[in-house]
């Protein structure tokens, strides 16, 4: 007997509902960016104070390590010192020491003659015992202390840098100074003196020779230290 209620079709699909269609026809809203700014601000600001604070701890140590060490020693100073005297050493320089003129040899009139065996010279030379010859150009201070001991009742004390560019130039002044002596004031037993000084800063060249020159060589005081000339490359 064949049953008649049984079917091999399938039921047909249940219609989808209304609400459930509309919802997926639309997108879904983005995520705000609020979120993430303010990460971001966050994070710039925790670096900010990160360096900060490593920067108080630095400043922190380096003053509490130098308290520690506490004044340089004995040992530091003297080889400070050191260094500075051998920096010293090789500069350019000349220290002149003058010498009384000796009437029995003739010799350049009015020039301060230098006694080398007493002056420091280096890296400049002399000539005649009378002019420096510079080897090295460049901006030198040039200075002189004349001192006299005898007065001029005609002219005023007086002393001049000489300069020649080489050595058959015209000589020119470069520089000058006065003092003057009262021939009137003191006594007998205290020597009246005075002293010219100068000195300058002047631009020299190979080759240039730079000498002293008074308006009488017998009214210069020769004591030691009295009357001196030199100069130092800058």
């Known amino acids: 007997m064949i049953n008649t209620y049984q079917t091999s079709l399938a ?5 989808p509902r209304l609400n459930r269609s509309n919802q997926g026809l639309f997108a879904a809203p983005l995520p705000s960016s ?3 700014s303010k990460s971001l601000i966050r994070f710039l600001v925790g670096v900010a104070l ?14 509490q390590r130098n308290l520690m060490a506490g004044p340089p020693s004995a040992e530091g100073k003297a080889s400070y010192r050191a260094s500075e005297k051998q920096e010293a050493s090789y500069k350019i320089l000349a220290r002149m ?46 200075y002189s202390r004349v001192t006299f001991s005898k007065g001029d009742p005609k002219r005023p004390l007086a002393s ?30 205290i020597p009246r003196m005075c002293t010219a000084s100068q000195g300058e800063v002047i631009s020299l060249e190979k080759g240039n020779q730079l000498s002293v020159w008074v308006q ?19």
């Open 34 to 36: 609020g979120g993430h």
């Open 50 to 63: 990160l360096h900060l604070f490593l920067t108080v701890v630095g400043f922190i140590y380096l003053y």
């Open 216 to 234: 009488d060589l017998s009214l210069v005081n020769y004591e030691d230290g009295s009357t001196t000339f030199g100069m130092y490359k800058l």
């Open 160 to 189: 001049r840098i000489k300069l020649k560019k080489n050595l058959e130039a015209e000589e020119k002044t470069v520089t000058q100074a006065f003092c003057n002596l009262d021939s009137h004031s003191g006594s007998a037993e």
């Open 97 to 142: 020491a003058v010498k009384r003129p000796d009437k029995s040899v003739k010799s350049t009139p009015d020039y301060l003659q230098w006694d080398i065996g007493h002056s420091t010279l280096r890296s400049i030379n002399y000539y005649h015992d009378i002019w420096l010859t510079i080897n090295q150009p460049g901006d030198y201070y040039v």
């Open 11 to 15: 039921a047909p699909p249940v219609p």
